[in-house]
């Protein structure tokens, strides 16, 4: 990556999550290395975690419901958090909260199914933070929909294959956390869920 050294690698498991602390000028690339893998991604600003990424203000900041290279990941104080430099999916969702226990349990009848909020949680734990995680607080990387005629929320089959990516370029400091969703109840992810790629880049000096 030109003008950029790689300074950290992390691998997140298949329907796990993970973490890590990332500071501003800072670029971050999340990359599918099988192929119809959705990360869930949350993050909360270093310097007050109450200012936190914000799928809804992210679509008012922007206007559109899938954001663009060029576009700004905003948060919930409508200031910008990480800006999209590069995509090579083009889809994204920006209105599905990310799945949590009890929509196994209500939908499935599921007990203990892993969940991207368990998974974002586990992940905090790690770094021993205690963020609030909240499910629409989630923008989820790669997931394919799209709205109905009758205004039908589509889940659809992603199409994206091994090695796609999203490049951000950090704008503020913030701890980012990610899960590659567990959701094998539908189509979401392709039918088989498997593991993430995460990089953090600095700017060479």
Not at 90 to 115: F, K, T, W
Not at 156 to 181: I, K
């Amino acid at each position: 990556m030109t003008g950029f050294t790689l300074a950290e690698t992390v691998i997140v498991p298949a329907s796990h999550g993970r973490a890590l602390r990332v500071w501003a000028g800072d670029r971050i690339r999340i990359t599918d290395l099988e192929g119809q893998q959705v990360g869930d991604l949350m993050a909360w600003c270093v310097a007050d975690p109450a200012e936190y990424l914000s799928p809804a203000h992210t679509v008012t900041y922007n206007w559109r419901i899938i954001p663009r290279v060029g576009d700004v990941l905003a948060s919930n104080r409508r200031e910008a958090m990480f800006r999209v430099v590069a995509d090579t999916v083009g889809y994204h969702d920006l209105i599905v909260p990310c799945c949590d226990a009890e929509a196994y349990l209500n939908r499935y009848s599921l007990a203990d199914h892993r969940s991207c909020k368990g998974n974002l949680e586990e992940a905090l734990a790690e770094l021993g933070l205690d963020y609030e995680v909240h499910g629409e607080r989630a923008i989820n990387v790669f997931m394919k929909t799209r709205i109905g005629p009758d205004g039908a929320m589509i889940y659809e089959e992603p199409t994206h294959p091994a090695g796609s990516r999203l490049d951000l370029d950090c704008v503020v400091d913030a701890v980012l956390a990610l899960s590659a969703c567990p959701q094998d109840q539908t189509p979401t992810n392709g039918w088989k869920c498997t593991p993430l790629g995460l990089e953090r880049w600095t700017p060479t000096t």
